[in-house]
Antibody, heavy 117, light 110 residues
Framework: EVQLVESGGGLVQPGGSLRLSCAAS????????MHWVRQAPGKGLVWVSG????????TRADSVKGRFTMSRDNAKNTFYLQMNNLRAEDTAVYYC??????????WGQGTVVTVSS | QSVLTQPPSVSAAPGQRVTISCSGS????????VSWYQQLPGTAPKLLIY???KRPSGIPDRFSASKSGTSATLDITGLQTGDEADYYC???????????FGTGTKVTVL
């Protein structure tokens, strides 16, 4: 079964850090671009960042540059998002997504990140 | 933050047709592929359309899409109660060097 499963979300104070993980299965992870998309409560979808299949290419939204870093372990079929200096506006459901055919074709169920004191 | 503009809501009776527009610019829709996503209440989004008009396996042909210039359109025909959801367009933006989503459209079946 093709699947993405996120973990690592939770409650963190402003200025804190959190690392999200995304476990992939059912497809060839090592040749896939991977992305993070987030959705604040009651709001729309916002693309956050993307990482190439070998980890050499990255793109990020301006709102997270300098604070969020992606990495991947192709041997473990796992994708990560390291989030530092978190702000209240980072509060959202974070989705791990596969990029293919110029689209986002596989989505995880999401993990909730809440930034609050 | 959204640079793709959609109507907030559209509605129609069961069996009827709705059209959702997505307005962008030369740095995204005009030059890049457009995708469409359906997000049912409380669930993760699902890919409906990729590369402007193509449907993934399992998506019924009641869903169709097109693109012209800096705008794209999603059509849903034979509307069903199960189609009640939020719909988003998406494209890569060459000026931003990233991806952008539309503002989202809520479809209501009357």
């Amino acid at each position: 079964e093709v699947q993405l499963v996120e973990s690592g979300g939770g409650l963190v104070q402003p200025g804190g850090s959190l690392r999200l993980s995304c476990a992939a299965s059912g497809f060839t992870f090592s040749i896939s671009w991977m992305h993070w998309v987030r959705q604040a409560p009651g709001k729309g979808l916002v693309w956050v960042s993307g990482l190439s299949s070998d980890g050499s290419g990255t793109t990020r939204a301006d709102s997270v540059k300098g604070r969020f870093t992606m990495s991947r372990d192709n041997a473990k079929n796992t994708f990560y998002l390291q989030m530092n200096n978190l702000r209240a506006e980072d509060t959202a459901v974070y989705y791990c997504v596969r990029g293919a055919n110029s689209a986002f074709d596989i989505w995880g169920q999401g993990t909730v990140v809440t930034v609050s004191s | 933050q959204s640079v793709l503009t959609q109507p907030p809501s559209v509605s129609a009776a069961p069996g009827q047709r709705v059209t959702i527009s997505c307005s962008g610019s030369s740095s995204n829709i005009r030059t890049e592929y457009v995708s469409w996503y359906q997000q049912l209440p409380g669930t993760a989004p699902k890919l409906l359309i990729y590369e402007n008009y193509k449907r993934p396996s399992g998506i019924p042909d009641r869903f169709s899409a097109s693109k012209s210039g800096t705008s794209a359109t999603l059509d849903i025909t034979g509307l069903q109660t199960g189609d009640e959801a939020d719909y988003y367009c998406e494209a890569r933006d060459t000026s931003l060097d990233g991806h952008v989503f539309g503002t989202g459209t809520k479809v209501t079946v009357l």
